[in-house]
T-cell receptor
């Protein structure tokens, strides 16, 4: 089984402040972890992924995420938020098992960056 | 590559009518997924294909829904007859193949409204 929890419905942050979007996961075995962003009336766009190696992963638009195996977390971060970062953010997990091609998505977090 | 192409982008129809949504995957991507997104249920996996063969259709809501992939360049999701509760955004997504880390490439979605 594989699942993702994104505990907050909405994250509000002032422009220029650090942004954090939380994600915890549950899988049997090792995970591949992903973050996607969705702008209004658009499809999901890939931001970054953790596969193996360094726990800190850097992605598009200045975003990064840290894999924490002991806490089963993969929080998304950005040091200084922009108004244009306002969007819906999805965390996703895929268990690294042969034949598993399904991604389990969280419910999404709406991020609102206040000018 | 132009990415995953979906059509139509918007569809408004009346209850009882047949709806057909179309997807052209990225060339060379062996896996194709159909998702449905609603406010209440988030992103739901409906069905996915590998090399044009349906692998897992356990997410298809009921017999009114059917999906086909007659060749590597085209897939359809059909709803017959449609009902108001089918109103949602339907996404097609693809990834290259087995052994890949599983990052999905999404289309822009088809927004369906059933009156």
């Amino acid at each position: 089984a594989q699942s993702v929890a994104q505990p907050e419905d909405q994250v509000n942050v002032a422009e220029g402040n650090p942004l954090t979007v939380k994600c915890t996961y549950s899988v049997s075995g090792n995970p591949y972890l992903f973050w996607y962003v969705q702008y209004p009336n658009r499809g999901l766009q890939f931001l970054l992924k953790y596969i193996t190696g360094d726990n800190l992963v850097k992605g598009s638009y200045g975003f990064e995420a840290e894999f924490n195996k002991s806490q089963t977390s993969f929080h998304l971060k950005k040091p200084s938020a922009l108004v244009s970062d306002s969007a819906l953010y999805f965390c996703a997990v895929r268990a690294v098992t042969y034949g598993n091609n399904r991604l389990a998505f969280g419910k999404g977090n709406q991020v609102v960056v206040i000018p | 590559d132009a990415g995953v192409i979906q059509s139509p982008r918007h569809e408004v129809t009346e209850m009882g009518q047949e709806v057909t949504l179309r997807c052209k995957p990225i060339s060379g991507h062996d896996y194709l997924f159909w998702y449905r997104q609603t406010m209440m249920r988030g992103l739901e996996l409906l069905i996915y294909f590998n090399n044009n063969v349906p692998i897992d259709d356990s997410g298809m809501p009921e017999d009114r829904f059917s999906a086909k992939m007659p060749n590597a360049s085209f897939s359809t999701l059909k709803i017959q007859p449609s009902e108001p509760r089918d109103s949602a955004v339907y996404f097609c997504a693809t990834h290259p193949g087995q052994g890949d880390t599983g990052e999905l490439f999404f289309g822009e979605g088809s927004r369906l409204t059933v009156l």
